[in-house]
């Protein structure tokens, strides 16, 4: 044999065993490689990426859009979390059914909100493609620390420093809810969608709000700091956007101080060393709260639901519409975050709308909400204005049983909560 031969020559002594191991690991690179080539025309390896290190660990360079090169054969996983209290669900529900979850069925819902007499509206999630969590709790004080004080600032904050915590951890929560969910099934969610239960969204979430290695936010609101009202980004983006309770010890570190939430955010992106980008998003924040109108430069405008254009999370209502075209215009521009809503001049000066908040919701509006809504919307309106308590009890038993993980009071509990009377 040719390799004995050769082995002799340098004057080894090779056995049977020997010379079959030697065959073996001469032929097992070519093997490596014919595997490899055949991954690579499957496309499960991407030849660039074949040897570079894991996802989780690769610094943030690309700009590419969706979908990511080596998930070609596998659609992104995407997380959905909804956040905050059921107060309006009724009217904004359905709006984030057509527009998020339904835009995007492979995506998992996670919602992370309080405890509260209107909680027994959520029952209309039971129409999302997927629910993978739900959490619905009993708020606790969050202690006031040292540091969380010096960071924070309770002006303008109708529930002080405390409040604040409370909208933190309500935030933070998305990712212990999320990251459970992962450990669990031991898989990775490319993308995370944070968004806001109260929000009423008017178009579709574009898929140009998935952006790698950047966090993306809407313009306008931002209140010295950036629009913390919604927010998409990849895991690592998000993991650091999201963590607003656990990173206040950094930003008291880093000599940030008196921060309102939308500056506390912007800190957070910039100690992560996180890039943000801006992008125009047709949701409107639907809030019962009154304001001042006209609203002075440091005003916040309420505008009309009815609004054309996108709104990026601007607070509204369903209004008679108390200012439009060039008024609307005129009171913009002399806010102090006027800039955020110039840039959108070409639909501002003709769609957006603004509404007189100083009162409580105008009578009648419900009928303003149906006509700007649909008829599909003004139906589940309706439908939640007569429910009762056992068709509520139904729908929540539905939807525990489809809910992996399922951290909420009972169903008859959280029905029994809001509809006592019935
Ligand atoms: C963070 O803030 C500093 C100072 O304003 C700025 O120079 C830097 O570009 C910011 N970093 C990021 C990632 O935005
Ligand atoms: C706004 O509405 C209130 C009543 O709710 C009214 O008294 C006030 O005059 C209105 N303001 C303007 C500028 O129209």
Excluded at 224 to 249: C, M, Q, T, V
């Amino acid at each position: 044999m040719s390799i004995q031969r050769i082995s002799t020559v340098a004057g080894i002594r090779i056995t049977n065993l020997d010379s079959s191991r030697i065959l073996f690991l001469s032929l097992t690179p070519l093997l490596l490689l014919f595997i490899a080539l055949i991954a690579y025309r499957r496309g499960i390896i991407d030849p660039f990426l074949a040897f570079s290190p894991p996802k989780s660990l690769q610094p943030f360079s690309s700009t590419e859009l969706l979908p990511p090169p080596d998930t070609a054969d596998q659609p992104p996983r995407i997380a959905i979390c909804l956040v905050g209290g059921a107060r309006r669900f009724e009217l904004t529900g359905p709006s984030i059914l057509k527009n998020l979850l339904k835009q995007y069925p492979n995506a998992d819902l996670f919602l992370n909100s309080p405890l509260d007499e209107n909680a027994y509206k959520f029952f209309l999630l039971n129409d999302a493609p997927r629910i993978a969590g739900v959490r619905i709790f009993e708020p606790e004080w969050i202690e006031e620390t040292e540091s969380r004080i010096r960071v924070l600032s309770s002006r303008n904050s109708p529930n002080g420093i405390q409040g604040l915590l409370q909208y933190f951890n309500l935030v933070e929560g998305c990712l212990s809810l999320i990251s459970a969910y992962e450990s669990r099934h031991h898989c990775t969610y490319d993308w995370i969608i944070r968004t806001r239960v109260d929000g009423f969204w008017t178009g579709p979430l574009d898929p140009s709000t998935f952006q790698p290695a950047t966090y993306v936010v809407p313009p306008g609101s931002r209140f010295g700091g950036l629009n913390d009202r919604f927010g998409s980004g990849d895991r690592l983006a998000s993991i650091a956007a999201l963590s607003r309770l656990s990173l206040i010890p950094r930003l008291d570190a880093s000599g940030y101080h008196n921060l309102n939430s939308e500056s506390a955010f912007k800190a957070q992106l910039n100690i992560s060393n996180l890039q943000v980008r801006e992008i125009p998003l047709p949701f409107c924040v639907l809030s019962d709260r009154r304001y001042d109108f006209p609203p002075g430069r440091h005003g916040v405008p309420v505008a009309s639901m009815g609004s054309v254009g996108p709104l990026n999370g601007a607070k509204c209502r369903p209004c008679t519409v108390a200012c439009g075209g060039e008024c609307a215009a005129k009171i913009v521009s002399g806010l102090i975050d006027e800039r955020s809503w110039t840039e959108w001049r070409e639909w501002r000066e003709e769609g957006l709308e603004l509404c007189n908040a100083t009162g409580d919701w105008e009578e009648g509006w419900e009928e303003v909400f149906d006509r700007v809504a649909g008829e599909e919307a003004a139906a589940k309106r309706r439908r939640m204005v007569a429910v009762e308590r056992n068709a509520c009890e139904e729908e929540f038993e539905k939807m525990r049983q489809r809910t992996e993980s399922w951290d909420a009071p009972p169903g008859e509990e959280i029905c029994r909560l809001g509809l006592r009377k019935k």
